[in-house]
């Protein structure tokens, strides 16, 4: 948004993430922010559908705008409610790469998820 705040891809791109443009590009030094939508209108898959799922040690591979691949390994998964979204922990600084893919979770609410889903990421070496 304007005044600098996350916003995710707009609904019609729901099998499509988002970068943060106020985080790192993935690979450079840094927490870099990636959003995408758990479902999309009545029950559609979102990209970031099974986001909840991965575990300590998953591969996480972001391909960049120029075709090259950043590799990730998942550290931790957290499920946290909206109102408590650890945001030091999400954008605060880290002196490697690093990834946080975020998405919405838990009971579904008036406007929209009572909670996020965060997946923590570090670098990983290049795999097969």
């Known amino acids: 948004a304007a005044d600098g705040t996350v916003q995710v891809p707009p609904a019609t791109a729901g ?6 443009r106020h985080s790192p590009p993935p690979g ?4 870099s922010v990636i959003l995408g939508h758990v ?11 099974h986001l909840a799922r991965l ?3 998953d591969r996480i591979e ?19 409610a909206r109102a408590d979204f650890p945001a030091d922990d999400v954008y605060g ?3 490697r790469p690093e990834l946080r893919l975020i998405t919405c979770g838990g009971p579904r609410t008036a406007d929209g998820y009572r909670d996020n ?3 923590f990421a570090a670098p990983s070496p290049p795999g097969p």
Do not use: H, K, M, Q
Request: charged share 30%; glycine share 14%.
């Open 28 to 31: 450079r030094t840094g927490p």
């Open 55 to 57: 575990r300590r040690g």
């Open 117 to 119: 889903v965060i997946a």
């Open 62 to 80: 972001v391909r960049l705008e120029n075709g090259t691949t950043v590799a990730f390994a998942v550290s931790t998964v957290r499920t946290v």
């Open 93 to 95: 600084d880290v002196d």
């Open 39 to 49: 479902t999309v209108g009545e029950g559609r898959d979102g990209v970031f559908r």
């Open 15 to 20: 099998d499509r993430a988002g970068w943060y």
